[in-house]
């Protein structure tokens, strides 16, 4: 049996308990994540690959479980990664008992019948669905989904969240609006109330390498979080210059790298910022940034203020920051003696591998291949095939 330790906080005249399995002791960037965002209805974890954003996001679920906030998790993840939630993540961080039931490994008429069963399920255990966020490309499955969500008390999550980055895609519209309760005003949405009791997005660190793809993102955890519209949003944030298609029709693009070298050049030579934003059709205020900032690379503005407005709801961490107080790689060297076999076959592989490199004919998989052979020939496996 695996034995689970505990950790209690109290946040905000509440208890929470950070549970995890006796060999899988939390980073420090874990606890201090769980200490910022167990008290909030919806946050964001913004974690690069390898820093263990599934464990805290399961640390979470599993504290508001215990605390009989919530009774239910939807996770919606990309198609390669939502079963291995099931295998892998589940197995490895959650320390209560729990139902899952993995949308999609049966047919379409299966699959409904067995959420509408599993939806109505009573149990202790925490009820968890998963599901492949292609499933609501359509409308076809919204319904059934949205009554898991309202039935029972529910953490919904979007894991990989960077699938819902685009407003007026029909996925994105799916998920953050018709998954809720919504209102109409003249053939448009006028208000969403969230249905689900938690809800959180897990990705890696988009506001410095796409800032408007956030919007998305936080509408998904609190509708009209920032207050604005997409175009508005798209313009305090980003540096656009409007063009025209074949048939006129007028449409906003980036600046280019090319576009911001070329509005500096000019700019220094004695340029005005309203020629030059008439010249690049784009605003005097971009053009101003532009020349203002003369390392910015990339079309994006304002950085420090979008952190600043997302920062009470979000945990940032990257690779670098989670393994800070590791110790340095060391390199180890392994001697090993191999037999009259062992070397023969050895010598062989190597002077192929060498003779295809000089000769530029190596490809990924021959390299990884030869590579495999030479450790199983010094691990004693002897490929003769």
Partial sequence: SI???RRQFEIDGKQFLLQYHDDKEPFQWQVAAFKKLVPLDFAAIF???GCGKSAELIYLVCAHFLAHEIDAMLLLAPKSVYRQWATQQLPEHCTVPCDVFVWGEHSPKKSIEMLQAFTKLKTDKLKIVLANVEAFSYKTYVDYFKRYIKENKTAFVVDEATVIKTPDAQRTQNICIYLNDYLMYRGRISSVVNAAKKRYILTGTPVD???VSVYSMFNFLQWGFFKSTYTVFRQTYSMLRKEKTGNDRTYFRNLTRKDMANIRREAAKGASYSVLAFAFNT???????????????LPWKNLSKLKREIAPYS???TLDECFADAPEEQDVTLEVTMSEEQAKVYASLKK???VELGGRSMTVQNKLTLSMRLQQVTGGFIPLQ
């Fill in 47 to 49: 974690a690069e690959v």
């Fill in 3 to 5: 034995r689970v330790k």
């Fill in 283 to 297: 605003t005097e205020e971009d053009i101003a940034y532009t020349v203002e900032h003369p390392s910015l690379t």
């Fill in 352 to 354: 192929i591998l060498y």
């Fill in 209 to 211: 390498g796409s800032p």
């Fill in 315 to 317: 945990y940032t961490i």
